[in-house]
Nanobody
Framework: QVQLVESGGGLVQAGGSLRLSCAAS????????MGWFRQAPGKEREFVAA????????YYADSVKGRFTISRDNAKNTVYLQMNSLKPEDTAVYYC??????????????????WGQGTQVTVSS
């Protein structure tokens, strides 16, 4: 089992940057693919980015491609989401999630096995 704790959210002006972190417990962290999702008020949870167990493959939603970067440090049991050029429409609660196949290709929330509690990101215009 994996427990996930996100941090790094906050309030930022449009065009600014934030770096989210997700710390995982458990010795099997390096075998899981990790994903970031977000959910805005009144909307469904949506895929943002994912990374394979090794970090060798990354995947992004079109809406964040070129602005966000997902990475992981298996020695620290941590996955990151660097968010640049933030827009007001990026405002949401951001969640990290772990997925057991390890490949990072899954984009549906129901396909992920473990979830963090979320961290709020607010981008002001």
């Amino acid at each position: 089992q994996v427990q996930l704790v996100e941090s790094g959210g906050g309030l930022v002006q449009a065009g600014g940057s934030l770096r989210l972190s997700c710390a995982a417990s458990g010795r099997t962290f390096s075998s899981y693919a990790m994903g970031w999702f977000r959910q805005a008020p009144g909307k469904e949870r949506e895929f943002v980015a994912a990374i394979s167990w090794s970090g060798g493959s990354t995947y992004y939603a079109d809406s964040v491609k070129g602005r966000f970067t997902i990475s992981r440090d298996n020695a620290k049991n941590t996955v990151y989401l660097q968010m640049n050029s933030l827009k007001p429409e990026d405002t949401a609660v951001y969640y990290c999630a772990a997925e057991e196949t390890g490949w990072g290709t899954r984009r549906k929330a129901r396909e992920y096995d473990y979830w963090g509690q979320g961290t709020q990101v607010t981008v002001s215009s």
